[in-house]
């Protein structure tokens, strides 16, 4: 069987509740950049990786060959996960929440216009 690997990332973020918005934050890239991951066939094992650190998430059970469990064992101080003491000014806070109702929202019409059909 084929993997389609950027959508069983899509998939495992939204089971883990992470919007996208917190994801590309996290990652420091944009929205776009998070979408073209999810459309991609083949990732490149690294991002994977740097997903899976970010979520908190083994991808060794969903690509058992790319990663081992192992893999997914990070020290506390990892350079990958931001500071928790990270100064957010109220304007991101703000901006992120809007953009996460947005997706919520743009969902909501996805789901009525597909029980319209």
């Keep these: 069987m084929d993997k389609h690997y950027g959508q069983i990332v899509e998939l495992?973020?939204?089971k883990k509740g992470f919007s996208i918005s917190e994801l590309?934050?996290?990652a420091n890239v944009n929205r776009k950049c998070v979408y073209n991951w999810f459309n991609q066939k083949?990732?490149?094992p690294e991002t994977i990786h740097r997903i899976g650190?970010?979520?908190n998430h083994n991808f060794s059970v969903?690509?058992?060959e790319l990663f081992t469990a192992d893999d997914f064992i990070q020290p506390l101080n990892d350079e990958n996960f931001g500071s928790s003491t990270d100064k957010v000014d109220g304007s991101t806070i703000w901006k992120d929440r809007y953009i996460d109702l947005l997706e919520k929202y743009?969902?909501?019409l996805l789901e009525q216009y597909q029980r319209s059909l």
Excluded: Q
């Design 24 to 26: 590309a934050r996290l």
């Design 106 to 108: 743009n969902d909501l």
């Design 42 to 44: 083949y990732l490149k």
């Design 53 to 55: 650190v970010f979520i």
């Design 12 to 14: 495992t973020i939204r």
């Design 62 to 64: 969903e690509f058992p």
